[in-house]
């Protein structure tokens, strides 16, 4: 590898790591969210050109800083109407009371978890403060984003821009929450948490099944969430909730990245640390009042971690669990979930029914989970001509190449045998 592939390779791989950071010190120290976007680019760009003459610095991640800062001096310097704005803005800020340093004593000691609760700031709609906290601090490209909200990826571009407009007119400062603010910015920072594990868990697009980097990165931010602020159960419901499906990740893809059912996974691979882990916290998160969201959802999670096969299921209480979820906080999603759940406690007829009373929701329909659960329901109940339909149809929408080998091995199952063929066409 040449010495430019490999400056790109690193200038590439600190980005990926150093993102979120140098986007948060660069909003601490000018207060405006898309000229901090800018440098960082433009330090991206002026790595590119030093690196491979120069080599890689001992400290990437503080070079890129560094470049950033001075890229944004200049442009204040040019342009005096955008430095007296940004002035404003940060006068403001200080009003509001100092921004503490980022060190182990802190209230929020990682910088990108003080942006997280200032993007969830309250005159943000709700789906604005998500979109551009995953969009801008997680890493996460605009159709990723979109995926994680069943939107297109026009539509999740506008949110983008819409929630930074939203903040420069209304002069939305950025600093760290006080403590009597925090419980209302909590709901939009769990939702931003579980939306980067959701897309690390399994991700739109790409080659790969899962993106573990990603659904560390969330676990590691809810860690932190759950050490700031432990008498909050639904912040240990969120992390029991990822605890207990990340215990899995070893087993959800077989030697050559192949997608792998949970019904045949080999559960001597799943995390069992990471298990009891999270069944304490979920322990943690229904006890001492009404069940949240992320606690329910780490429950379900729980009694599929226990059981010894996909059979021995408790998939009664499953079912609660879900009716219990569907009355906290209704969704298609979650009907879906249930819907499958059904059709393993009554029998794929049951589940099928319910997933085709679903079959106008709007935020389904680009959802290939949902044709691929009818498609499966479908070939277990030997209707195979209408399961090769809906299984072509989650080909169309499916991101990811191991979801897509999976499901052209089931289209392969019930799709009849050409006329050339010999072969019997399989369904077992």
Request: net charge negative; with cysteine.
């Amino acid at each position: 590898m040449d010495e430019r592939a490999v400056a790109e390779s690193s200038v590439e791989s600190v980005f990926r790591e150093e993102r979120g950071r140098l986007l948060a010190s660069l909003v601490r120290r000018f207060g405006d969210l898309d000229l901090a976007e800018e440098v960082a680019s433009e330090a991206i760009e002026a790595a590119l050109v030093h690196w491979p003459v120069e080599g890689v610095p001992a400290r990437p991640g503080a070079w890129l800083l560094t470049t950033a800062r001075r890229r944004a001096v200049d442009r204040l310097r040019r342009d005096q109407a955008y430095a007296a704005r940004l002035a404003v803005l940060q006068v403001e800020a200080g009003r509001a009371g100092p921004t503490p340093s980022p060190d182990a004593d802190s209230d929020l000691p990682d910088e990108r978890l003080q942006l997280f609760f200032t993007c969830a700031h309250p005159a943000l709609p709700a789906e604005d403060r998500a979109a551009l906290t995953l969009r801008c601090l997680a890493g996460l490209t605009t159709p990723e984003v979109a995926r994680a909200f069943l939107v297109s990826s026009a539509t999740m571009a506008q949110r983008i821009v819409r929630a930074k407009k939203k903040i420069r007119e209304a002069r939305i400062p950025f600093r760290v929450p006080g403590a009597d603010e925090l419980p209302e910015r909590l709901p939009g920072v769990l939702q931003v948490l579980y939306s980067i594990f959701t897309e690390g868990y399994a991700a739109s697009s790409g080659p790969q099944l899962q993106r573990l980097d990603l659904a560390e990165e969330a676990i590691r931010l809810a860690r932190i969430l759950r050490r700031l602020l432990p008498a909050e159960r639904e912040v240990a419901g969120l992390l029991g909730l990822l605890l207990l499906t990340h215990a899995r990740r070893d087993a959800r893809t077989g030697p050559d990245g192949e997608f792998v059912l949970l019904d045949d996974q080999d559960r001597g691979r799943w995390d069992r640390t990471m298990i009891e882990e999270g069944r304490g916290l979920v322990l943690a998160a229904l006890t001492g009042g009404p069940p949240g969201v992320y606690g329910v959802q780490a429950a379900i999670a729980a009694l599929h971690d226990e059981a010894v096969d996909v059979a021995t299921t408790d998939w009664p209480q499953v079912v609660a669990l879900y009716d219990v979820l569907l009355a906290l906080a209704p969704s298609p999603v979650v009907a879906l979930n249930r819907a499958a759940a059904v059709a393993m406690r009554d029998g794929p007829e049951a589940g099928l029914t319910l997933l085709d009373e679903l079959a106008g929701e709007p935020r389904l329909r680009g959802y290939h989970p949902y044709p691929a659960a009818r498609a499966e329901l479908l070939q277990r109940l030997g209707r195979y001509a209408e399961a090769a339909a809906a299984y072509r149809k989650a080909l169309d929408l499916v991101g990811t190449e191991p979801e897509r080998a999976h499901l052209r091995r089931r289209l392969n199952e019930v799709e009849p045998p050409g006329p050339d063929s010999t072969a019997g066409t399989s369904h077992a």
